[in-house]
């Protein structure tokens, strides 16, 4: 299996901050990656999709970049309804494995 | 629009079976998979297994295997998820949700399964 992690698993920022969370992958997974915001309560919500491609509505502050084994999600300028859990995810194959999250609260 | 609608919340014995349900709204069901993704209390996220609504073909997580059935009827556009043995490890949201190119687009609200003797 493909084992996803992220890091940090835990972020502390500010209203305006640039953000940059890093997911790697155990092997190469090409740009089949996805990123998800999760708040409290809710499900998930599609951010990314194919490492880099922003889901129609998605803010543009949120970006995504990476190939092969190293993936980042960066938010260039924080906004109070971005604090919430962010989830990576790969479809290179099966079984499909997301990373642990990263919680990412107000400083 | 695309909206997927879950069976309610279900309190179970150990040693038991859930069934839940996720029925399809404003798409084709036969176009996509069916995915289900569970999370448990304050825990990440975990894929279960997807079935194809074209074909029926279906793909377990090792971890679920032999435990878990995924079906799915076409003339209503619903999707099921049944899990058996059920222990306290078991408590979670179970989400199901639909599978586009193998990520995730739309989401139902969740089904709560609590697990308690």
């Known amino acids: 299996d493909i084992q996803m992690t992220q890091s940090p698993s835990a972020l502390s920022a500010s209203v305006g901050d640039r953000v940059t969370i890093t997911c790697r992958a155990s092997?190469?997974?090409?740009?089949?990656l996805a990123w998800y915001q999760q708040k409290p309560g809710k499900a998930p919500n599609l951010l990314i999709s194919?490492?880099?491609t922003l889901q129609s509505g998605v803010p543009s502050r949120f970006s995504g970049s990476g190939s092969g084994t190293e993936f980042t999600l960066t938010i260039s300028s924080l906004q109070p309804d971005d604090f919430a859990t962010y989830y990576c995810?790969?479809?290179?194959?099966?079984?499909?494995?997301f990373g642990q999250g990263t919680k990412l609260d107000i400083k | 629009q695309v909206h997927l609608e879950q069976s309610g919340a279900e309190i179970k014995k150990p040693g038991t079976s859930v069934k839940v349900s996720c029925k399809a709204f404003?798409?084709?069901?036969?176009?996509?998979?069916m995915t289900w993704v569970r999370q448990a209390p304050g825990q990440g996220l975990e894929w279960m297994g997807g079935?194809?609504?074209?074909?029926?073909?279906?793909n377990y997580a090792p971890k679920f295997q032999g435990r878990v059935t995924m079906t799915a009827d076409t003339s209503t556009g619903t999707a099921y998820m049944e899990l058996t043995s059920l222990t306290s490890d078991d408590t979670a949201v179970y989400y199901c949700?639909?599978?586009?190119?193998?990520?995730?687009?739309?989401w139902g609200q969740g089904t709560l399964v609590t697990v308690s003797s």
């Open positions: 079935i194809s609504g074209y074909n029926g073909i279906i």
């Open positions: 092997q190469s997974i090409s740009t089949w």
């Open positions: 404003g798409y084709t069901f036969t176009d996509f998979v």
């Open positions: 949700a639909r599978g586009y190119n193998d990520f995730f687009d739309y």
């Open positions: 194919k490492a880099s």
């Open positions: 995810q790969h479809y290179n194959g099966y079984p499909r494995t």
